[in-house]
């Protein structure tokens, strides 16, 4: 059919109705595949969500569309389509094969495969990630390919531009760690009864690939066998700071000065928490708590806020150190030659989930010594059942006189009694610390 011929069919066809024209759909750049080793760490899909308002407009079926409708196909049985229950069903469903089978073929390391029957539950529970995605916006044009007599068939065509937020949630640090937003785009040339959900699925696993190919993502999954000793990559001089004489009274005789020399750490838009270890101001905290960080704010106990200097972290152990520019009369003393016993009463001390929640104590026994990986390392652990949550990260696990034995780190699943410790001795160590109570 010559040029002039078909415009001038799709212009009478056009003006029998008056129909709205395409949405305006980006067509989406794929980055190039990374070049990554399959033994990163293990990561699983979670699911989806959607920030999508129910009955919002989200594709057209216009009368003509370049690239999408065509002479046989158009607004028969359809006018426009809504989130509702049928697209939104196929959003929250479905997906995460999409994803597992996307990732995979970028050459990562997922875990959960959801077309096994059998024995996926292991792989997940050992997953370091759980990734989930929220659908921040989705647009789309389509057509439907009519019958005789321009009758519905229920069988459409055409595309969707979806835009993703996939948050990385840590299994064992127990919060989200990154958030990447990816775009993705899918079209299908076959009309079919399940043309709407196909192109969904193409468009998220545009999407999926777009997060494969994020140098972000892969630094994130990748594992990492050098420890980050300082903040410059070199390992640090030795330094010995001025400490206490280990406490002989039990905790609850001191309890008020103990709490005085724990802090809450504020960096970027979190908070953790953090302890004194030395008369001159220098103390501890979780190197995942500052980040990249130079500086972090100290919530004193008393209200006073102060800025301090992170002046080394070691990502591995996951510790670091800071420096006020204050005098601390009753630091915490630490026990590090000390192994804490099973059955030994211990104490978390905080600022769990909400900053104001500072100098929460919870009661627990040790439960267990553990050795396992993480972050690319074996390492040994404290396992108590002391409650902590998000926020307790870098405080003090003290013992019944108020002795520093560990430090808040991870949590194990979704319960807040499995809890695990970094040894008050491996932190200093590998922070080339030495704490000595005669240096006053």
Request: charged letters at 25%.
């Amino acid at each position: 059919m010559q040029a002039w011929v078909r415009a001038a069919v799709v212009a009478a066809l056009s003006g029998l109705c008056a129909c709205a024209g395409p949405m305006d759909v980006p067509k989406v750049a794929q980055r190039p595949p990374l070049d990554v080793a399959r033994d990163g760490e293990r990561f699983t899909f979670a699911g989806t969500t959607s920030k999508i308002p129910y009955g919002a407009r989200i594709a057209e079926f216009p009368a003509f569309a370049p690239g999408v409708t065509t002479l046989t196909c158009g607004r028969v049985g359809y006018k426009f389509l809504e989130w509702g229950d049928r697209i939104s069903q196929s959003w929250s469903g479905g997906l995460g094969e999409v994803f597992y089978e996307t990732m995979r073929g970028a050459n990562y390391n997922p875990v959960g495969d959801p077309n096994r029957i059998f024995g996926w539950g292991d792989d997940r529970d050992g997953a370091h990630f759980a990734i989930g995605a929220r659908l921040v916006d989705i647009r789309g044009n389509f057509c439907e390919e009519a019958g005789a007599f321009r009758t519905s068939t229920g069988e459409v065509a055409g595309e969707f531009y979806v835009k993703v937020a996939f948050e990385a949630y840590s299994t064992l640090e127990r919060r989200v760690v990154r958030t990447f937003v990816e775009e993705g785009y899918g079209k299908t040339g076959d009309a079919s009864p399940s043309g709407m959900e196909r192109t969904l699925r193409l468009a998220f696993a545009s999407a999926a690939a777009n997060l494969a190919a994020d140098p972000g993502f892969a630094d994130l999954v990748a594992r990492n066998d050098e420890p980050a000793a300082g903040r410059s990559g070199a390992p640090p001089s030795a330094l010995t700071l001025a400490g206490p004489e280990r406490r002989t009274r039990p905790l609850a005789e001191d309890v008020g000065e103990v709490l005085d020399a724990v802090v809450t750490v504020r960096s970027g838009g979190g908070h953790g928490s953090g302890f004194f270890i030395s008369h001159d101001g220098y103390g501890l905290t979780n190197q995942h708590v500052v980040g990249e960080a130079e500086t972090v704010v100290l919530r004193l106990r008393s209200g006073i806020e102060i800025e301090a200097k992170v002046v080394r972290a070691d990502r591995v152990r996951d510790v670091a150190l800071f420096k006020a520019p204050i005098q601390v009369a009753r630091p915490l003393a630490v026990a590090s030659g000390r192994r804490a016993a099973v059955l030994d009463e211990v104490y978390a001390i905080g600022s769990p989930s909400r900053a104001m929640l500072e100098s929460t104590v919870t009661k627990g026994v040790v439960s267990a010594w553990r050795r396992f990986r993480f972050r690319g390392a074996d390492q040994l652990f404290v396992q108590a059942d002391a409650e902590i949550a998000g926020g307790n990260s870098g405080g003090p696990l003290v013992d019944a006189r108020g002795n520093v034995v560990g430090m808040s780190d991870l949590g194990i699943g979704d319960t807040t009694f499995l809890n695990l410790f970094i040894p008050i001795g491996d932190a200093l160590e590998k922070l080339h610390l030495t704490v000595d109570a005669r240096r006053k």
